[in-house]
C-alpha cells in the first residue's frame, strides 16, 4: 500500500488533529516526503478509503475499530515527534 493520503482525527476535527497535522508536515519534510497530503478531521470522517494512513491519539483507539491495523497510527502522546517520527517511519517502511 503506498501512503499518498493521511488523515489526523481528533473528537472535533480542530484541536488535536490539526496541532498533528502540522506535526506531520515536519516530519515528512524530515523524511524527504513531498508527495503526501496530509488533512485533519472528526473521528466520525474516520472511515475505510478516506484516507491511506489514519493518525488518531489513543484516547480515540476504540471508535476506529474498523480500520486495519497496518493504516493507523496511534499515538500516546499527541505532541511527541519523535513518537511520530519513528512510527510514520515504520508505515513507510512498510510499503
Same mark, same amino acid.
Given at each position: 500500500m503506498a501512503i499518498?493520503?493521511?488523515?489526523? %482525527?481528533?473528537?472535533?476535527?480542530? @484541536?488535536?488533529? +490539526?496541532?498533528v497535522q502540522m506535526n506531520i508536515d515536519d516530519v515528512l519534510r524530515d523524511?524527504?516526503?513531498?508527495?503526501?497530503?496530509?488533512?485533519?478531521?472528526?473521528?466520525?470522517?474516520?472511515?475505510?478509503?478516506? %484516507?491511506?494512513?489514519?493518525?488518531? @491519539?489513543?484516547? +480515540?483507539?476504540n471508535f476506529v475499530t474498523d480500520i486495519p491495523e497496518e493504516q493507523k497510527v496511534i499515538l500516546v502522546n499527541i505532541v511527541d515527534k519523535d513518537e511520530l517520527k519513528t512510527k510514520l517511519q515504520e508505515k513507510f517502511d512498510a510499503e
Amino acid at each position: 500500500m503506498a501512503i499518498k493520503k493521511i488523515m489526523c %482525527a481528533c473528537g472535533s476535527g480542530l @484541536g488535536s488533529s +490539526l496541532m498533528v497535522q502540522m506535526n506531520i508536515d515536519d516530519v515528512l519534510r524530515d523524511l524527504g516526503k513531498t508527495d503526501v497530503s496530509v488533512d485533519h478531521t472528526t473521528i466520525s470522517d474516520v472511515v475505510p478509503g478516506a %484516507a491511506d494512513l489514519f493518525v488518531i @491519539g489513543r484516547d +480515540l483507539e476504540n471508535f476506529v475499530t474498523d480500520i486495519p491495523e497496518e493504516q493507523k497510527v496511534i499515538l500516546v502522546n499527541i505532541v511527541d515527534k519523535d513518537e511520530l517520527k519513528t512510527k510514520l517511519q515504520e508505515k513507510f517502511d512498510a510499503e
